[in-house]
């Protein structure tokens, strides 16, 4: 079965510092990867998602990811954090017959 | 076009009660997930319906059940309610089931806050 691991429970950068958040996945095949993002209150909302074709995937909200097969990454990067990227993100993986979702990263930005 | 709608929003119950929850998926689509969300754990898989019939079942007690309507509309029920069930539930409909040979996005409700005492 799948498996998402992200690194870092809560992450904390400055305002206008660069944002990386990690995520690395178990997949003998081919994976369909996805970044979704939660709101204070909401729920979660699909910020990019990798299928085939291009590595580099953008997002919305001047998000990015890149698909890395040999190191079965596939980080999530914004190159200048803004207030309102304060929020919880969550990789996930499309296993057979389900989504399977990492646990989760708190993404805290500091004035 | 209306998003995801689950209801109730938050809820309180005690030890040995049932709850039920409910969602209403997007307009045409037609599978219905639900994910347990709790601190530290992340979302866990629950099930997923599609067109009425249960495609797969998380590592859950069979306290924990659901259903699908004809209208895609969906119902969790949870049994025998106990403290570790205290939890923010979260629907999500897509067009098709989820899946390596899907790679459609899932649509999210805010949630339904199930608090246990």
């Known amino acids: 079965a799948q498996s998402v691991t992200q690194l870092g429970s809560h992450v904390s950068v400055s305002e206008g510092a660069l944002v990386l958040l990690r995520c690395n996945y178990s997949?003998?095949?081919?994976?369909?990867l996805f970044w979704y993002v939660q709101y204070p209150n909401q729920g979660l909302q699909l910020l990019l998602k990798y299928t085939t074709g291009a590595t580099l995937v953008k997002g919305i909200n001047g998000f990015e990811a890149e698909f890395k097969k040999s190191e079965t990454s596939f980080h999530l990067t914004k190159p200048s954090a803004h207030m309102s990227d304060a929020a919880e993100y969550f990789c996930a993986v499309s296993d057979n017959d389900k989504i399977i979702f990492g646990k989760g990263t708190r993404l805290h930005i500091l004035p | 076009k209306a998003g995801v709608t689950q209801t109730p929003r938050y809820l309180i119950k005690t030890r040995g009660q049932q709850v039920t929850l409910s969602c209403s998926p997007i307009?045409?689509?037609?599978?219905v997930s639900w994910y347990q969300q709790t601190p530290g754990q992340g979302l866990q898989f629950l099930f997923e319906?599609?067109?009425?019939?249960?495609?797969n079942k998380g590592n859950f007690p069979g306290r924990f059940s659901g259903r699908q309507f004809s209208n895609s509309r969906s119902e969790m029920n949870v049994s025998t309610l106990e403290l570790g069930d205290s939890a923010l539930y979260l629907c999500?409909?897509?067009?098709?089931?989820?899946?390596?040979?899907?790679?459609?996005?899932?649509?999210f409700g805010e949630g339904s806050r199930l608090t246990v005492l």
């Open positions: 319906y599609f067109s009425e019939t249960q495609r």
């Open positions: 997949s003998s095949v081919p994976p369909y």
């Open positions: 999500a409909s897509s067009l098709a089931p989820s899946g390596s040979s899907n790679t459609g996005e899932l649509f």
């Open positions: 307009s045409g689509h037609r599978s």
